[in-house]
Every structure is written in C-alpha cells, then in structure tokens.
C-alpha cells in the first residue's frame, strides 16, 4: 500500500482505497434514525413535563381551579409514556433489540393507547363546547378541552414518528446483523 510521504507498493497509483473508506448503508441510516428518534424524545419530554406541570398545579392547588383545570383521566397513564421513550434511548450505545422492541410496545401501551382514551374520554366535552359554546374547564383562559386536543395531536405525532422510526432502525439492524452472520 501507499503511504503518505514514501514509495507506493509496486502496480498501484494509490487509488484503491476508496472502497475501504465508504461507511456501509445501514451504519449510515442507524445513525440518522438515532438522531431523529433522539429529537423526537426531547419534544415527548416536553410534552409529558407541561402535562406533569399541569397535574401538579391542579392537585396541589398552586394556581386557582379556574386558572388551571384538574387533569383528565387519560394524563395519568400517559404519564407511563416516558418510559418507553427510556427504553428506546437505552437501546442506543449497543442497538439492543431487545430494548427497542419493549421499547416500541410498550410505546403503544402505554403512550398510544392513553391517547386514544384520551380523545374519546374528551369528545362529548368537545362537542358541547362546539354545539354550545360552553366550557366548563379552563387552562390559563382557554378551554382545557381544546387545549388537552391540541396536545392529544401533537403527541399522537410524535409517538407515531417514534414507532416509525425504530421500525425503520430496527430493519436497519436486522440487516447488520444478518450481513454478519453470512461473513
């Protein structure tokens, strides 16, 4: 082989290296995927704080009940979702898939599955506010119904985004894996 300053092994011009320097495709798309599930965790973090926030407002009394409402009945699972995400971080430094796994079932469990609660346990309450104009639960001024839809949407996204994303990182895997079993 060539080196930097010295003579070049005899029958090459230095060239043939070029092959050795590529980085394989699903090295290169395991760490893409890590990146965006990583973003999409910091924003699920958000997402559960405000909802934390807001359950600790409402049960300790901080602000008045007219300020900020009692939480619903789906926030309080939905406060399990963290651990999921959890999961799937720790499965990072080693891809574990056993971990991104877990971690992508029990993101339906206990992410998806309270939101879905969620939604329905807020439509008749939706529906009210819409027909009639009338709300009875308000947060910072707004109506808590619109306010809990609004985080219902975005957090559906992201979890959505989550699971599709380590499906993709978990095919990335696999096919590590699999090359290197063949070698």
Request: net charge positive; proline share 4%; hydrophobic share 45%.
């Amino acid at each position: 082989m060539a080196s930097r300053g010295g003579p070049r092994a005899a029958g090459t011009d230095g060239s043939d290296y070029r092959h050795r320097e590529r980085v394989a495709s699903h090295y290169q798309m395991s760490v893409a995927l890590k990146s965006e599930i990583k973003k999409l965790t910091y924003v699920h973090v958000v997402l559960w704080l405000l909802l934390l926030a807001q359950m600790c407002v409402g049960h300790l009394k901080l602000l008045p009940h007219d300020r900020v409402a009692m939480p619903y009945q789906w926030e309080y699972p939905y406060l399990l979702s963290i651990l999921p995400s959890l999961l799937g971080l720790l499965s990072f430094p080693r891809n574990n898939i056993s971990y991104l796994v877990l971690s992508m079932i029990s993101a339906g469990l206990f992410s998806v599955a309270p939101l879905i609660y969620g939604a329905m346990e807020m439509f008749p309450m939706a529906q009210q506010l819409y027909r009639h104009g009338k709300a009875y639960r308000f947060i910072f001024g707004f109506s808590a119904v619109s306010v809990m839809y609004l985080v219902v949407v975005v957090a559906a996204q992201v979890h959505g985004w989550q699971l599709y994303y380590s499906k993709k990182l978990l095919d990335s895997w696999f096919t590590s894996t699999q090359e290197k079993k063949k070698k």
